[in-house]
Nanobody
Framework: VQLQASGGGLVQAGESLRLSCAAS????????MAWYRQAPGKQREFVAR???????IYLDSVKGRFTISRDNAKKMVYLQMNSLKSEDTAIYYC?????WGQGTQVTVSS
């Protein structure tokens, strides 16, 4: 299984980014997909999850700002991040238990 995350970058507070994760080597359509993040000096934390039937759940601090979605035909999962804050700065990881992608850096300057 491979999970390839992309789309990170440096933005200013209030701006948006869309992260993408390309999955391979798995039956994507039945997999629950998730995004996690790890800020410097902090533990990795859950951000958002989407089930095979597109049920979603979010970390409280990103509710209303982030949206997770999936495209089963393309084997892709996305994280649309709006109204970014400096506290969103972290390495973002795509995951489908027990597998992890390599992470993509998101830096939000205030």
């Amino acid at each position: 299984v491979q999970l390839q995350a992309s789309g990170g970058g440096l933005v200013q507070a209030g701006e948006s980014l869309r992260l993408s994760c390309a999955a391979s080597g798995m039956i994507f359509s039945v997999a629950t997909m998730a995004w996690y993040r790890q800020a410097p000096g902090k533990q990795r934390e859950f951000v958002a999850r989407i089930t095979a039937t597109s049920i979603t759940i979010y970390l409280d601090s990103v509710k209303g700002r982030f949206t997770i979605s999936r495209d089963n035909a393309k084997k892709m999962v996305y994280l649309q991040m709006n109204s970014l804050k400096s506290e969103d700065t972290a390495i973002y990881y795509c995951s489908s238990s027990p597998w992890w992608g390599q992470g993509t850096q998101v830096t939000v300057s205030s």
